[in-house]
Structures are given as C-alpha cells and as structure tokens.
C-alpha cells in the first residue's frame, strides 16, 4: 500500500538520492561505466596491435586513427594543439605530473594523416619549452626524424599499457577491489 509517511521516511533516508535531468543522467553513466570490467591483458594488446598493423600495412586511416584513439584513451593522454602547424598533423601526450605551474607532458605521439606517417618523441616534452616547440615544427616539415615510427610507435604504447596495467594492480592490492589486471 501506498503511504505518504514511508515516502517521506525514503527521502529522508542518506542512501537515497533524489536528482533530476542531466544529473541523473550523468549519476546513471557513472554507476555503469563503475560496473564495467576494464582491465587488459598482454592478449588483448597484442589484437590491438595485429589491427593497428593491419591498418598501417593497408593505409588505413580509419583503421591507424582507430587504433591511435584506443591507445590514447587507455594511456589518458591528451590532445595538444599547435595552431601554426598544419591540421592534419594531429599530437597526442601524456601528462606528466611534476606538480609545476608550467605543464609538461611526455611521450609525443604525432599522426600525420595526409602523409600517413607515424612518430613519436620519447621523454619529456613542455608546450612552453622553445626548443620542443621547434623540434615540433622542425618534424612537421620534415627536418627532424622521431624516436619512433610506424608500428614500433604501436609496439611502444603497448608496453607504455601493461606498465600502466602493472600500476594499477600495485594500487589495487589491499583494496576490495578484486579485479585482476595482467
């Protein structure tokens, strides 16, 4: 039976949230996306890597930007925008905590889709330092080479994903998080 005195007992209660809109919305994507299993193993990297393989064997730029974008969500890096450059080179980076007021990032991921080449800078890289910034249009141009090319960038960002997967389990131990990441 319906009773206004147990609803008001309900909204009272501190496990039951009361939203609206958006915010239930938002509520709802982060209690699912909590449920979801998304820990890797070495396999699935590597079928990540036979695709990107593919793609680069076949030219695909669909199937490299795919690939790329998979890496780049998994490893949290970001987008970083030079407006000098030409747009179809597109720079991806890992932020690199280091607590300064300058952001610095490491591992610089450049795609060029026109050309369909692939590199990336190891190390450290800041969007405020003159010489990374020259060394990004000196590559742009074609004057300066990457650390890595092709599918040895690819190669990289796996080995970049089981460290981090290697980091997580480190995080998760003595928790009751009971996922296993190998």
Do not use: C
């Amino acid at each position: 039976m319906f009773s206004i005195r147990n609803v008001k007992k309900i909204m009272n209660h501190h496990d039951v949230l009361v939203s609206k809109g958006k915010e239930s919305l938002n509520r709802i994507h982060a209690n699912a996306l909590a449920l979801l299993d998304l820990t890797y193993t070495r396999d699935d990297l590597a079928l990540l890597l036979a695709d990107a393989h593919s793609g680069l064997e076949r030219n695909s730029i669909e199937q490299i930007q795919e690939s790329l974008d998979l890496f780049v969500d998994l490893l949290d890096f970001e987008p970083l925008s030079f407006g000098v450059l030409e747009q179809d080179l597109q720079i991806f980076a890992g932020p690199k905590l280091n607590g300064g007021a300058v952001p610095t990032f490491e591992h610089l991921i450049l795609f060029d889709e026109e050309n369909l080449s692939l590199g990336l800078k190891k190390g450290a890289f800041s969007t405020e330092n003159d010489l990374d910034l020259a060394w990004v249009m000196q590559y742009a141009q074609g004057e300066k080479i990457a650390d890595l090319k092709g599918i040895d960038v690819f190669k990289f960002l796996v080995e970049l994903a089981l460290e981090k997967a290697q980091a997580q389990r480190g995080r998760n131990r003595g928790t009751n998080d009971k996922r296993l990441i190998t």
